[in-house]
């Protein structure tokens, strides 16, 4: 084999280990990689089914309910907007609370049911992730559109 072809061969392996480890670190990575989704969105079907992303909001006043085991928790995550119920095994975060901020990791089950792997509170009274501060802002903001909508244009046979 002449020296050219040689070169040529090392080089086409080197492209050929350079794919095959690109191929591997993004399968990595797409297998790794968790979205966050607001309720508003779950509910509109835009989470991914049958694979983990991280929800987060306020938790519902008045919605968390303990389980007699001890150990399962169920309660709702809301934007404001939209609420999504959630099922969580394991110790809570001593920060968490009703009404506060809260992430949670797992997945969308067939029933609606949001089965939580992991739970994050926030960390000060201060404290809330910026996507889920992002989400309750956009679902007031919303809510105040739809109520200024309403009181300028009231229902037909409507008196004010």
Same mark, same amino acid.
């Given at each position: ?14 492209? $050929?280990?350079?794919?095959?480890? $690109? ?8 297998? %790794? ?10 509910? $509109? %079907? ?13 938790? @519902? ?18 934007? #404001? ?16 609370? @009703? ?18 792997? @992991?739970?994050? $509170? ?20 919303? %809510?105040?559109?739809?109520?200024? #909508?309403?009181? #300028? %244009? ?7």
């Amino acid at each position: 084999m002449k020296p050219r072809h040689k070169r040529l061969a090392m080089i086409a392996v080197g492209v $050929a280990a350079l794919g095959v480890t $690109a191929v591997l670190v993004l399968g990595a990575f797409q297998k %790794n990689l968790v979205f966050f989704f607001t309720p508003t969105q779950v509910a $509109a %079907n835009e989470a991914p089914q049958g694979r983990a992303f991280r929800i987060g909001g306020l938790v @519902e006043p008045g919605s968390v309910k303990r389980r007699p085991d001890g150990v399962t928790v169920q309660f709702a995550v809301t934007d #404001t907007a939209k609420s999504i119920p959630v099922l969580y095994r394991g110790v809570l975060p001593d920060l968490f609370r @009703e009404g506060k901020g809260v992430v949670t990791q797992g997945r969308l089950g067939p029933d609606g049911v949001f089965q939580a792997s @992991e739970v994050l $509170a926030k960390h000060d009274e201060n404290y809330m992730p910026p996507e889920a501060a992002e989400a309750v802002r956009q679902a007031q903001a919303a %809510n105040q559109k739809a109520v200024q #909508t309403l009181v #300028t %244009n009231p229902a037909p046979g409507d008196k004010r």
